[in-house]
């Protein structure tokens, strides 16, 4: 009984009081707007009722969220069901470690390298949090924990069912860490671990197909214009070749992330103006790309590339292990893999962590899965490096969260001024809440008003089919030019609180096609206050024109 007390003080009490003490000290910041978005539609804030289906991301899960959100408003179950599984993917990682080492290094030692791992290489999934992050460690944490056990039902069902959590959270995210893990799974258990393999294979190509083959059409034409939109601002693929004016506005709006008006942003707006030139990719584009991967790397996670470093050193001094070319191949693959994201797609925090966590795990596996003698030098070494790392790097998170709470502080700010410029209103028309959203904590929620509707015009989610319901649900009408125009007649009931670079965009989309019959709508502003930035939201009135 004692003899399991230390496994279970590794695997589950020290992986929650850690989480805790972080959270405790240095708070939880998203990452992103993106977590506070979905945290908006399902619970109906910014939508006519909770959204179950979110087409791109909680596939299944999103339903469950929105039932308990209806069914008890006050409690924050976003953030408990994805910090449970940051638990969950902890304690998965921890237990790998655990055995790796128990019984062959002194229990204290294991103790301070875990506590040291956390502190340098997976504190910023708690304190800079997003989705992506969950799903990426669920999935490569739980397949490593069943492939450390491949003769246990349990374990096998086990690391299965993270990794198919992980899925339904984010498919994209939870195949690269199969990728990533590939060579740790073979290391553990070797052709034993074909079966967990196979079966993850199965689930990623099986789901994958029952997703394709059951979305509405609907729903087909918004991932697909997402896919289109994130290839053209986040990935820079696109080469754009606008021939009119009509197409030079849809871009515009694209790129500002206005993706609402389905009849200037859609797939043939990109067939027509949006190419990729792999030549002009690759002379003007991809340097640049890679250049920022590589610094980018180094400079925020150099504890992992630290320990990565060390454990490849260590085996180069050892020949028993010098010879065996599989690790070699594998720190090839790693770096293809990460230094491939990062040119040809994109590699942001919540993924470049992650994967490097995945990375060292898969490293510690080669190194000290054997019995060697020198095991305990390894590990020596192991804490050797991560103690030096932590220095520097504590000094980087506190700076991190000094920045973090300023932007919460900010973006608590925005939302205040939005409610005291609109107020009273039935409806709000603003650009605000993308850019508030970000550092907001995964435990509160931004109060927007009560009994208010938000039409928000910039954002991913502004095709998400909820939001041409919102429209319909508002003004009679799904198209957004058309709503638009809608709202700017309820002037009493309708308060426009945005930024003039996407007020100058809506009033081309409120001035295109128009009818003689129809009055064209435009958005003055107000004047700021003294001292105010010139991109600084303010409130606009829309009035009356003449059609010319």
């Given at each position: 009984?004692?003899?399991?007390?230390p496994?279970f003080v590794?695997?589950l009490?020290?992986?929650?009081?850690l989480l805790?003490?972080?959270?405790?000290?240095?708070?939880?910041?998203?990452?992103?707007?993106?977590?506070?978005?979905i945290?908006q539609?399902?619970?109906?804030?910014?939508?006519?009722?909770?959204?179950?289906?979110?087409?791109?991301y909680?596939?299944g899960?999103?339903a469950?969220?929105?039932?308990?959100c209806q069914?008890?408003?006050?409690v924050p179950?976003?953030?408990?069901?994805?910090?449970?599984?940051?638990?969950?993917?902890?304690?998965?990682?921890?237990?790998?470690?655990d055995?790796?080492?128990?019984?062959?290094?002194?229990?204290w030692q294991?103790?301070?390298?875990l506590?040291?791992?956390?502190?340098?290489?997976?504190?910023?999934?708690?304190?800079?949090f997003?989705?992506?992050?969950?799903a990426?460690?669920?999935?490569?944490?739980?397949?490593?924990?069943?492939?450390?056990?491949?003769m246990?039902?349990?374990?096998?069902?086990?690391?299965?069912?993270?990794?198919?959590?992980?899925?339904?959270i984010?498919?994209?995210?939870?195949?690269?860490?199969l990728?990533?893990?590939?060579?740790?799974?073979w290391?553990?258990?070797?052709?034993r671990?074909?079966p967990l393999v196979g079966?993850?294979?199965?689930?990623?190509?099986?789901?994958?197909?029952?997703?394709h083959?059951?979305?509405p059409a609907?729903?087909?034409?918004?991932?697909q214009?997402?896919?289109?939109?994130t290839?053209?601002?986040?990935?820079?693929?696109?080469?754009?070749?606008?021939?009119?004016?009509t197409?030079?506005?849809?871009?515009r709006?694209?790129?500002?992330?206005?993706?609402?008006?389905?009849?200037?942003?859609?797939?043939?707006?990109?067939?027509?103006?949006?190419?990729?030139?792999?030549?002009?990719?690759?002379?003007h584009i991809?340097?640049?790309?890679?250049?920022?991967?590589?610094f980018?790397?180094?400079?925020?996670?150099?504890?992992?590339?630290?320990?990565?470093?060390?454990?490849?050193?260590?085996?180069?001094?050892?020949?028993?292990?010098r010879?065996?070319?599989?690790?070699?191949?594998?720190?090839?693959?790693?770096?293809?893999?990460?230094?491939?994201?990062?040119?040809?797609l994109?590699?942001?925090?919540?993924?470049?962590?992650p994967?490097?966590?995945?990375?060292?795990?898969?490293a510690?596996?080669?190194v000290?899965?054997?019995?060697?003698?020198?095991?305990?030098?390894?590990?020596?070494a192991?804490?050797?490096v991560?103690?030096?790392?932590?220095?520097?790097f504590?000094?980087?998170?506190l700076?991190r969260?000094?920045?973090?709470r300023?932007?919460?502080?900010?973006?608590?700010?925005q939302?205040?001024?939005?409610?005291?410029h609109?107020y009273p209103?039935?409806?709000?028309?603003t650009?605000?809440?993308?850019?508030?959203?970000?550092?907001?904590?995964?435990?509160?929620?931004?109060?927007?008003?009560a009994?208010?509707?938000?039409?928000?015009?910039?954002?991913?989610?502004?095709?998400?089919p909820?939001?041409?319901?919102?429209r319909?649900?508002?003004?009679?009408t799904?198209?957004?030019?058309?709503?638009l125009?809608?709202?700017a007649?309820?002037?009493?009931?309708?308060?426009w609180?945005?930024?003039p670079?996407?007020?100058?965009l809506?009033?081309q989309?409120?001035?295109?096609s128009?009818?003689?019959?129809?009055?064209?709508?435009?958005?003055?502003?107000?004047?700021?206050?003294?001292?105010?930035?010139?991109?600084?939201?303010?409130?606009?009135?829309p009035?009356?024109?003449?059609?010319?």
């Amino acid at each position: 009984m004692f003899a399991r007390w230390p496994r279970f003080v590794h695997c589950l009490v020290l992986p929650a009081g850690l989480l805790l003490a972080s959270g405790w000290g240095l708070g939880s910041y998203f990452e992103t707007s993106d977590d506070l978005a979905i945290i908006q539609l399902v619970r109906g804030i910014t939508a006519v009722a909770p959204v179950s289906n979110l087409h791109l991301y909680f596939h299944g899960l999103a339903a469950v969220l929105a039932l308990l959100c209806q069914q008890w408003p006050a409690v924050p179950w976003y953030a408990t069901l994805l910090f449970g599984l940051l638990y969950a993917a902890t304690a998965l990682a921890f237990s790998v470690i655990d055995k790796l080492l128990r019984g062959r290094v002194p229990t204290w030692q294991i103790t301070l390298l875990l506590v040291l791992i956390y502190g340098t290489l997976w504190l910023e999934h708690a304190m800079w949090f997003h989705f992506g992050r969950v799903a990426v460690l669920l999935a490569g944490s739980g397949l490593l924990f069943a492939a450390q056990r491949p003769m246990q039902r349990w374990a096998q069902g086990l690391g299965l069912a993270a990794f198919g959590v992980a899925w339904l959270i984010w498919p994209g995210a939870a195949d690269v860490a199969l990728l990533a893990v590939l060579p740790g799974l073979w290391w553990l258990s070797g052709r034993r671990a074909a079966p967990l393999v196979g079966a993850a294979i199965a689930w990623v190509v099986v789901a994958g197909l029952a997703l394709h083959l059951l979305r509405p059409a609907s729903s087909q034409a918004y991932s697909q214009l997402h896919q289109q939109a994130t290839a053209l601002n986040d990935y820079g693929l696109y080469r754009l070749a606008p021939a009119t004016t009509t197409d030079t506005l849809g871009l515009r709006l694209a790129v500002s992330g206005m993706l609402g008006d389905s009849t200037l942003v859609n797939e043939a707006l990109f067939r027509r103006t949006a190419r990729f030139e792999p030549s002009y990719f690759r002379q003007h584009i991809a340097p640049a790309k890679l250049q920022a991967t590589v610094f980018g790397l180094i400079r925020e996670y150099f504890p992992a590339l630290l320990v990565l470093a060390t454990l490849a050193a260590w085996v180069l001094a050892h020949t028993d292990m010098r010879g065996r070319p599989g690790f070699w191949l594998a720190l090839l693959a790693w770096a293809g893999l990460l230094l491939g994201l990062g040119t040809l797609l994109r590699l942001p925090p919540h993924l470049a962590l992650p994967l490097l966590d995945l990375l060292v795990l898969s490293a510690m596996v080669f190194v000290l899965r054997d019995e060697m003698e020198s095991e305990r030098r390894a590990v020596r070494a192991l804490l050797l490096v991560l103690g030096i790392a932590a220095l520097p790097f504590t000094v980087k998170t506190l700076r991190r969260q000094q920045q973090l709470r300023t932007e919460q502080h900010r973006g608590l700010q925005q939302l205040r001024q939005m409610r005291r410029h609109t107020y009273p209103a039935a409806v709000v028309v603003t650009d605000v809440l993308d850019e508030a959203y970000k550092s907001q904590s995964p435990w509160g929620r931004p109060r927007l008003g009560a009994g208010v509707g938000f039409l928000s015009v910039t954002g991913w989610y502004t095709a998400d089919p909820s939001q041409a319901q919102l429209r319909k649900h508002l003004t009679g009408t799904p198209d957004m030019a058309a709503a638009l125009r809608q709202l700017a007649r309820r002037r009493a009931a309708v308060k426009w609180y945005l930024t003039p670079a996407t007020a100058r965009l809506l009033n081309q989309q409120l001035a295109r096609s128009v009818q003689p019959t129809q009055q064209n709508w435009q958005l003055t502003a107000r004047e700021r206050a003294p001292g105010g930035s010139s991109t600084a939201p303010r409130l606009y009135f829309p009035t009356a024109q003449p059609v010319k």
